[in-house]
């Protein structure tokens, strides 16, 4: 059964939250064949379907062609889909339409916005419009660059409490839990004791209410780009290329197709067109 956002909140302490990202109608229906609590259509996308270097290009529409394949997958799957950049910095009524479509146009449950202070407000209007909102605090991808890069975050007294006080404010928002990304584990646990919504760690330690990664990352797709916090527990990119170099070894030296693979027709017929 389809969770909702209270089944969420009431993870709070309890057995941690599973989070996936799915990106297409394959990785939405495995993710909701393997029993996850939750399917995050993440901006991640840019980098892992669309080849871009960053999520900085993704677009409402990339996001809303993407979550609408997951949703086709994983019809009783709790979706949350990330609201790109450019979807919500240009002010309040802006980040509502965006919102409003991708909840609509997508079958998703939730959206998921980047930033602590900043997007209160938007945060605020969007739970209150009745749109559930995932927060995201800590290292966040959109705004890598100001932060100095794809790096560990609040390890100083002073980025410490702005991503604390990011989460709380997220909470007294309306958010109903908010992902973690890249933060000293003991900030992690820090946090998750003082919020009341379910945190969702990747990279903020064990002691969080659930534990998101990325679905190219845990099944090992490329080996490009593999973070501290990533664990693969699989190696399908490699499986993939072996695969796909035996399908070119055998289709060259005519191994296959065998007769299994082929149709046939009586030979009857088949004399009368010679
Ligand atoms: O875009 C994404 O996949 C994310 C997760 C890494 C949390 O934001």
């Given at each position: 059964?389809?969770?909702?956002?209270?089944?969420?909140?009431?993870h709070?302490g309890?057995?941690?939250?599973?989070?996936?990202?799915?990106?297409?109608?394959?990785?939405?229906?495995?993710?909701?064949?393997?029993?996850?609590?939750?399917?995050?259509?993440?901006?991640?996308?840019?980098?892992?379907?669309?080849?871009?270097?960053?999520?900085?290009?993704v677009?409402?529409?990339?996001?809303?062609?993407?979550?609408?394949?997951?949703?086709?997958?994983a019809?009783?799957?709790?979706i949350?889909?990330?609201?790109?950049?450019?979807?919500?910095?240009?002010?309040?009524?802006?980040?509502l339409?965006?919102?409003?479509?991708?909840?609509?146009?997508?079958?998703?449950?939730a959206?998921?916005?980047e930033?602590?202070?900043p997007?209160?407000?938007?945060?605020?209007?969007?739970?209150?419009?009745?749109?559930p909102?995932?927060?995201?605090?800590?290292?966040?991808?959109?705004t890598?660059?100001?932060?100095?890069?794809?790096?560990?975050?609040?390890?100083?007294?002073?980025?410490?409490q702005?991503?604390?006080?990011?989460?709380?404010?997220?909470?007294r928002?309306?958010?109903?839990?908010v992902?973690?990304?890249?933060?000293?584990?003991k900030?992690?646990?820090?946090?998750?004791?003082?919020?009341?919504?379910p945190?969702?760690?990747?990279?903020?330690g064990?002691?969080?209410?659930?534990?998101?990664?990325?679905?190219?990352?845990?099944?090992?797709?490329?080996?490009?780009?593999?973070?501290?916090?990533?664990?693969?527990?699989?190696?399908?990119?490699?499986?993939?290329?072996?695969?796909?170099?035996?399908?070119?070894?055998?289709?060259?030296?005519?191994?296959?197709?065998?007769?299994?693979?082929?149709?046939?027709?009586s030979?009857?017929?088949?004399?009368?067109?010679?």
């Amino acid at each position: 059964m389809k969770k909702t956002v209270p089944d969420i909140l009431d993870h709070k302490g309890k057995v941690p939250l599973v989070v996936m990202t799915a990106y297409d109608y394959a990785g939405g229906l495995q993710c909701e064949s393997a029993g996850g609590d939750i399917i995050l259509v993440g901006d991640s996308l840019g980098m892992t379907v669309l080849g871009y270097d960053s999520t900085m290009q993704v677009t409402v529409e990339d996001m809303i062609h993407h979550a609408k394949a997951v949703r086709r997958g994983a019809p009783s799957s709790f979706i949350v889909v990330d609201m790109p950049f450019g979807s919500f910095q240009t002010g309040t009524p802006d980040a509502l339409r965006a919102a409003v479509r991708l909840i609509k146009e997508t079958g998703a449950d939730a959206v998921k916005l980047e930033g602590g202070e900043p997007v209160l407000e938007i945060v605020q209007q969007l739970t209150q419009h009745n749109i559930p909102v995932m927060g995201h605090v800590g290292l966040t991808p959109q705004t890598a660059t100001a932060l100095g890069g794809f790096k560990v975050q609040g390890k100083d007294e002073k980025s410490a409490q702005m991503i604390l006080e990011g989460a709380k404010s997220l909470e007294r928002a309306g958010a109903f839990s908010v992902v973690l990304e890249a933060i000293p584990h003991k900030l992690g646990t820090l946090i998750t004791e003082q919020i009341g919504i379910p945190t969702i760690g990747i990279g903020a330690g064990s002691t969080c209410d659930g534990q998101v990664l990325v679905y190219h990352d845990v099944l090992g797709i490329y080996d490009r780009f593999k973070p501290k916090f990533v664990k693969q527990y699989a190696e399908l990119g490699r499986l993939s290329v072996e695969a796909l170099v035996q399908y070119a070894e055998e289709v060259r030296s005519r191994a296959f197709p065998t007769l299994e693979h082929s149709f046939s027709m009586s030979d009857d017929v088949l004399k009368r067109l010679y």
